[in-house]
């Protein structure tokens, strides 16, 4: 097992609790692409918290645990993460959680809606999208997840389970979660108000332009 790409997921994992995008238990799991490979790393340990670089494990897309141990609770979702590295060859990066306020959205069934900025800027103008049920990791939840990821978006609600989110890097992957349980919670929130605005779609636009163009231009110096 190559000890760097294994470290690589442990911090990605503390990246993620750090991030606050996670449940009390710290429940989930993350991934990453091995470049050149058809193969993932992935966690196999019970909770993202303090997540061992030893119960890191070595999948192949098609399923096959090729290094390490896979408890069978872990195991039963390593499809999820295979299906997006198959079905989108950009992504390197997955990370599963059940953040409180997007699970909220996916036990309700309920798609986020693009009513905060960040949504618009990355990825996800039209909202966070909800996957069907299917037991987890089963043939069911991964065609759920399928019909649902649209191309270039980058996340969606699971329903009645949590969050997926999937990127080009693992920083954008936590940055994107982390967007993603923010607009949850605003719209938890904004709810006592009588429910959250969304952004009308030009304006979604014209907020991932202007985005653009300021990124276009890189970091300003004095």
């Known amino acids: ?22 449940s009390a238990n710290g429940h989930g799991n993350v991934s990453v692409r091995v470049p050149g490979a058809q193969e993932m790393y992935f966690t196999a340990g019970p909770s993202l918290r303090d997540h061992p670089v030893s119960a890191v494990v070595r999948v192949g897309l098609d399923g096959t645990l090729r290094e390490g141990e896979l408890p069978p609770i872990q195991g039963a979702v390593v499809a999820m993460h295979t299906a997006l590295y198959t079905d989108h060859p950009e992504v390197g990066c997955v990370v599963h959680t059940h953040s409180p306020y997007a699970t909220a959205y996916a036990v309700a069934r309920r798609p986020i809606g693009c009513w905060i900025e960040a949504l618009a800027m990355f990825g996800l103008p039209a909202g966070v ?94």
């Open 1 to 22: 097992m190559d000890k760097d790409l294994a470290g690589q997921v442990v911090d990605i994992a503390a990246r993620v609790v750090a991030s606050g995008a996670i």
């Open 129 to 222: 999208p909800v996957a069907g049920y299917g037991p987890r990791g089963s043939a069911e939840a991964v065609a759920s997840i399928r019909a649902a990821v649209l191309p270039g978006v980058p996340a969606v609600l699971l329903a009645n389970h949590g969050v997926l989110v999937f990127h080009r890097t693992p920083e954008l992957a936590i940055l994107v979660g982390g967007i993603v349980e923010e607009a949850a919670q605003a719209g938890i929130n904004a709810s006592a108000l009588g429910g959250a605005a969304e952004i009308p779609p030009t304006m979604r636009a014209a907020a991932l332009q202007r985005a653009m163009t300021f990124d276009s231009r890189g970091t300003v110096r004095a």
